[in-house]
């Protein structure tokens, strides 16, 4: 059949001479419904230039190349089309391109619902970048978001803060930590599907971007199909139900609409005791001027509340289970986690949009704001009511200093067994008792963020003549960010003594030392944050050589506004504190030489500056102004090389990478104790460098125009590159270290992490499938996994030399050799797994109705493993820890994330 076409190709082709360029034409038109397509890509393969079909689906092309080359037919929601083709100078006429629906596009639609659970702890440790990467239609990366995803796999070890996500051409990316909330927009996949993805540092035109890849979520009206979809979805994941409306009305007299919703809800997700519920709204309304000009008005609103789950010991997981969470227990017969996260952020865009055959300008204003709220239980000069903590577990008394009591260890276990949940009940008993007065020994409280956000965005690309193009943009960002602690249940109490518990000063001076539900309390403050950026690029294309080169500047401030006195730090909680400032310039740019229209080489370098992200900019915001000392920007260095092979059968590529990133600095806050005492302490890391090199591939080869095998891996080395500077900070106010004068902080020195291993998931990652597409409009796809290389994030203060030290003498442990603290401190390395997932899918066109069905069947041996895990800090010096590993069972031994075993996803959907 491919032999056939490329005849017909051929017999459209003359072989004369001497034209300065080759025009290409046609029609492309749906394969079921004979109808022509609008908004068709057409482009020769390799080359940036781009040519779409009109409202008849007709298309004229003109290109000054010669010789085979590929043409390359896409439209949302059907099948890429790859034409061969020779370019001799005369006109090719091609006809009637029938195009068919794409079957599997249920798969890319779900990707994020199969894929981006919330597991992560507090510090949101985990951050994968699987929604980022859902549009993409590389063999790799699909296959990596899908399939390796629910591993927490993250492509080249990058977090999803190097990767950009925006919306009509403005981020998306927060300031706190660098990453797209994907829950400001979740369940609206219907209307976000129309996306343009460029991976790792290829030229995008909205932005100089970041290393791992740009999203640009296109959401005009008029570049969708008009109608209506409706879907309904099952899942045993983090929700149970989906439903989805979609009304896309088309162009009318220059104007065009759509509006979607969803709703998504669980009682009970796959992890015990994790609600869900979610909804969505979404409206755009487009009005085309003229043939040139267009303005979209586009609001998202989406709201979802979730339950939480904790990372448990491997003491917890061999008497529970990989579904157990500490976090719920039972009220009135009703489940009540203390931990959830509700998250409403709504989102105004407007833009404006200029299009002519050589000028593409596209501005816009984005206005979001809302509330970003994480609740949990508070306890105050009372017992710990986590029903994993430490005292209440068996290991609390085989570890036991006195030794090892087994009688008391069965007692433990058995009464753990026996009520392993919350006992809320017991908590409103201890805040109602008569003896407290009324003040709380518990109180459930939320930390909320509430931030407004201005972005100012605009880019244009030009293009000068048929070989050149330039393009430039800016963006300005404006955030107001409010961030406090909320009382949300006094649980039978009257009210709160908002005292902090360790050194009995007052969280709040000048307020009142009675809080009561509703108010503020603990921590309130503002941060006020402001960024410029700025880029220009220029793109070169000729006939076996293209390239590109783009900088990059970047302005950026950040202040920290207290609204309490905290009586810990009088001197610098209130008020404004000095502002944070950096600029950045960043340089990059590619070439790449084509063997033939069917091989060609790639080669892209940056150089990048970045500030560091506020989370990791002040060392205890909560309670006063003090940014980290001395605070360094980042620097990132990567280069990679890229084989890309497009035969007839065979297409995919091949990639080796190296990146390096310098001066970063990470904040951590944690419970220890040490030979300074026992303390909740802040973290400080500063000179910390990190290196991912490996290669990559993905490889798809069609045995007959209904199977598909596919072969997919990665093989990387992702290692600490330094060793860093720690300094530890703690409250003084009223501590033995007020009395032994460390004045707030203490410099441990360097700790010795190079060459140790990344906790950025699975280092090695391999995959092999099968597809089946049938001509009666039905698939299936079954794909074997092998994940390996996966590592727990490191304790850095047990990396330091003061872990060594005796608090006792100030000397080194006799038994602190090199031999036995390198044993006690090995860095884990966890199993390595296989994984068998199966989708499918089944279409019918009745009655001009399109109606679709997707299943997923993901883990079908039903393998649990480890995705992840960290570990504990509690245990300050070599002494504490080595005694807490005697019996084998440590009570403060690492913390897993742990994998869903077999899980499923279904989706039925009609359009009409």
């Not at 779409?52 to 000054?64: D, V």
């Not at 009666?776 to 092998?786: E, P, R, V």
Request: charged letters at 20%; glycine letters at 8%.
């Amino acid at each position: 059949m491919r032999t056939a076409m490329f005849q017909i190709v051929l017999c459209c082709t003359s072989f004369l001479y001497g034209q300065q360029s080759t025009s290409i034409s046609g029609i492309i038109m749906d394969g079921a419904t004979k109808g022509p397509i609008q908004n068709v890509i057409i482009l020769i393969e390799g080359f940036p230039e781009a040519f779409t079909t009109n409202s008849n689906g007709r298309f004229t092309i003109r290109t000054p190349k010669i010789g085979e080359q590929t043409l390359k037919i896409g439209a949302q929601d059907y099948i890429l089309k790859r034409l061969p083709i020779v370019l001799e100078g005369e006109p090719i006429i091609l006809g009637d391109i029938f195009l068919e629906k794409d079957l599997t596009k249920e798969k890319t639609d779900n990707l994020i619902s199969l894929t981006a659970d919330d597991l992560s702890s507090d510090e949101e440790t985990v951050a994968i970048s699987s929604g980022l990467l859902q549009s993409s239609k590389d063999i790799f990366l699909n296959r990596a978001a899908f399939d390796f995803g629910q591993a927490f796999f993250k492509v080249r070890g990058y977090d999803s803060q190097n990767g950009t996500v925006m919306v009509n051409g403005i981020s998306m990316n927060k300031f706190f930590d660098g990453r797209p909330q994907w829950n400001n927009w979740g369940g609206l996949n219907d209307v976000l599907r129309n996306q343009e993805f460029t991976y790792g540092l290829a030229i995008n035109p909205y932005t100089f971007g970041g290393i791992l890849g740009n999203t640009n979520i296109n959401i005009r009206p008029s570049a969708v199909r008009p109608g209506i979809r409706l879907s309904s979805s099952m899942s045993n994941r983090t929700y149970r139900g989906r439903l989805m409306a979609t009304y896309n009305s088309g162009l009318h007299k220059g104007l065009a609409y759509s509006v979607s919703s969803s709703r998504r809800w669980a009682g009970e997700g796959y992890v015990d005791g994790t609600l869900y519920d979610a909804y969505s709204f979404f409206g755009a309304l487009e009005y085309q001027l003229n043939a040139q000009n267009s303005i979209v008005l586009t609001s998202i609103m989406a709201r979802n509340r979730r339950g939480r789950s904790s990372a448990i010991t491997q003491e917890v997981f061999d008497l529970m289970g990989n579904k157990y969470n500490p976090y719920w227990g039972k009220l009135d017969g009703k489940i009540r986690n203390s931990r959830t996260r509700e998250i409403f952020e709504p989102l105004f865009v407007l833009n404006h949009f200029f299009q002519s055959p050589k000028l593409y300008w596209t501005t816009g204003i984005s206005y979001q704001f809302g509330r970003n709220a994480r609740s949990r239980l508070g306890y105050f000069n009372a017992s710990n009511p986590d029903p994993t903590y430490y005292k209440n577990l068996p290991s609390y008394y085989l570890n036991s200093s006195l030794g090892a009591d087994f009688t008391n260890a069965s007692l433990a276990k058995e009464g753990f067994l026996r009520n392993p949940q919350m006992e809320w009940e017991a908590i409103y008993a201890a805040n109602t008792n008569t003896l407290n007065q009324g003040k709380a020994s518990y109180v459930h409280y939320n930390d909320v963020i509430n931030d407004r956000q201005i972005t100012l965005s605009s880019s244009l690309n030009y293009r000068i003549n048929e070989h050149i193009k330039v393009g430039a943009g800016m963006q300005y960002k404006k955030l107001a960010s409010e961030n406090f602690a909320e009382i949300d249940d006094l649980l039978g109490a009257d009210y709160h003594e908002d005292v902090d518990s360790f050194s009995e000063t007052k969280n709040d001076v000048a307020g009142s030392l009675t809080k009561s539900e509703g108010q503020k309390f603990n921590y309130h403050y503002n941060m006020m944050v402001s960024q410029f950026n700025g880029f220009g690029q220029i793109q070169a294309a000729y006939k076996n050589l293209k390239g590109f080169a783009s900088a990059s500047f970047s302005g950026f401030e950040a202040q920290r506004e207290g609204l309490f006195q905290n009586e810990r730090f009088l001197e610098n909680s209130l008020g404004k504190g000095d502002k944070v400032s950096f600029s950045g310039v960043g340089l990059k740019s590619g070439i790449s030489y084509f063997l033939s229209g069917r091989h060609w080489i790639t080669a892209n370098g940056a150089l990048i500056n970045r500030p560091p992200t506020i989370q990791n900019m002040f060392v205890n915001p909560r309670e006063n102004n003090e940014a980290v000392p001395e605070i360094q920007k980042e620097t990132i260095s990567s280069v990679d090389l890229s084989y890309f092979i497009r035969l007839p059968d065979l297409t995919g590529r091949i990639s080796a990478f190296y990146t390096r990133f310098q001066h970063t600095t990470d904040i951590n806050f944690f419970y220890v104790d040490s030979g300074f005492g026992s303390d909740f302490v802040q973290e400080v890391i500063t000179g910390l460098d990190k290196l991912n090199k490996g290669i990559e591939f993905g490889l798809e080869y069609e045995v007959s125009s209904n199977v598909k095998i596919s072969a997919i891996g990665n093989i990387g080395h992702y290692v600490y590159a330094s060793d860093p500077s720690v300094i530890i900070n703690f409250d003084t106010a009223g501590s033995e270290k007020e009395v032994l004068g460390l004045e707030g902080n203490l410099d441990l020195g360097i700790a010795k992490l190079k060459e140790l291993k990344l906790a950025q998931g699975p280092q090695t990652a391999l995959a092999l499938g099968v597809e089946y597409r049938d001509p009666k409009y039905w698939w299936m796809g079954l794909t074997t996994n092998y994940l390996a290389n996966n590592y727990l994030n490191l304790s850095t203060i047990t990396r330091t030399q003061s872990f060594l030290l005796n608090p006792d003498t100030g000397e080194r442990f006799p038994e602190a050799t090199e031999e036995n603290v390198a044993q006690v401190l090995k860095q884990q390395k966890l199993d390595d797994f296989y994984l068998l997932n199966l989708v499918g899918g089944k279409s019918w066109f009745v009655d001009r109705k399109y109606i679709s069905a997707f299943v997923s069947v993901n883990n079908l041996f039903d393998e649990v493993f480890r995705t992840g895990g960290y570990e504990q800090s509690r245990n300050g010096n070599y002494g504490q820890l080595q005694k807490d590993n005697l019996s084998g069972t440590p009570s403060f031994g690492p913390k897993y994330w742990h994998s869903y075993g077999r899980t499923y996803f279904l989706n039925l959907a009609i359009s009409f």
